[in-house]
T-cell receptor, first 115, second 109 residues
Framework: GAVVSQHPSWVICKSGTSVKIECRSL??????MFWYRQFPKQSLMLMAT?????????EQGVEKDKFLINHASLTLSTLTVTSAHPEDSSFYIC???????????FGPGTRLTVT | GQQLNQSPQSMFIQEGEDVSMNCTSS?????WLWYKQDPGEGPVLLIA?????ELTSNGRLTAQFGITRKDSFLNISASIPSDVGIYFC?????????FGTGTSLTVIP
């Protein structure tokens, strides 16, 4: 299947700083990428849908000014957590949508810990 | 967003036993997907289903796209310890995906 990478896989930062997470589709072009957040023992919570060349669509309750998403190319989307706080600590997972076939492939996730 | 009803929530089974889990929705989907997630990892696609009634296998895994297009089933035969993980279903209408609540599987050697 298609491969999606995420970087970094684990990051620890201090409260108030910003963190950027990269999501890349390695062997296919993804016009649409998704960003999820996952808490322990819970399902994936969609944060936003990222479309190449346009503004991301955020789910209700997700602060777009706090979670900045940029999808500058067909293989790269970035999520920047601005002014991170301890409650932002979570597992962030991106996915890329391959429209042929209609399948979604996930990255390995990024564990964010804000101290 | 919408979440699909997935059951059971968790399962504890003996190695060698078969496993069944299902996913239901109030909405019709064009595609059903099943994923497995290991701790600290992203979900990995196991099986994708595209037609109502479709039955697809991937090794010891078999999944079916319900006739009503509102449900799907995943079966694992002769479970082994490495089957441990969380299994998620996902329904797609095209460019939108909705995930199940997950089934946590524990296989006891």
């Amino acid at each position: 299947g298609a491969v999606v990478s995420q970087h970094p896989s684990w990051v620890i930062c201090k409260s108030g700083t910003s963190v950027k997470i990269e999501c890349r589709s390695l062997d296919f072009q993804a016009t649409t990428m998704f960003w999820y957040r996952q808490f322990p023992k819970q399902s994936l919570m969609l944060m936003a849908t990222s479309n190449e060349g346009s503004k991301a669509t955020y789910e209700q309750g997700v602060e777009k000014d706090k979670f900045l998403i940029n999808h500058a190319s067909l293989t790269l989307s970035t999520l920047t957590v601005t002014s991170a706080h301890p409650e932002d600590s979570s597992f962030y997972i991106c996915s890329a949508w391959d429209s042929s076939p209609y399948e979604q492939y996930f990255g390995p996730g990024t564990r964010l810990t804000v101290t | 967003g919408q979440q699909l009803n997935q059951s059971p929530q968790s399962m504890f089974i003996q190695e060698g036993e078969d496993v069944s889990m299902n996913c239901t929705s109030s909405s019709i989907f064009n595609t059903w997907l099943w994923y497995k997630q290991d701790p600290g990892e992203g979900p990995v696609l196991l099986i994708a289903l595209y037609k109502a009634g479709e039955l697809t296998s991937n090794g010891r895994l078999t999944a079916q796209f319900g006739i009503t297009r509102k449900d799907s089933f995943l079966n694992i035969s002769a479970s082994i310890p490495s089957d441990v993980g969380i299994y998620f279903c996902a329904g797609s209408t095209g460019n939108q995906f909705y995930f199940g609540t997950g089934t946590s599987l524990t296989v006891i050697p």
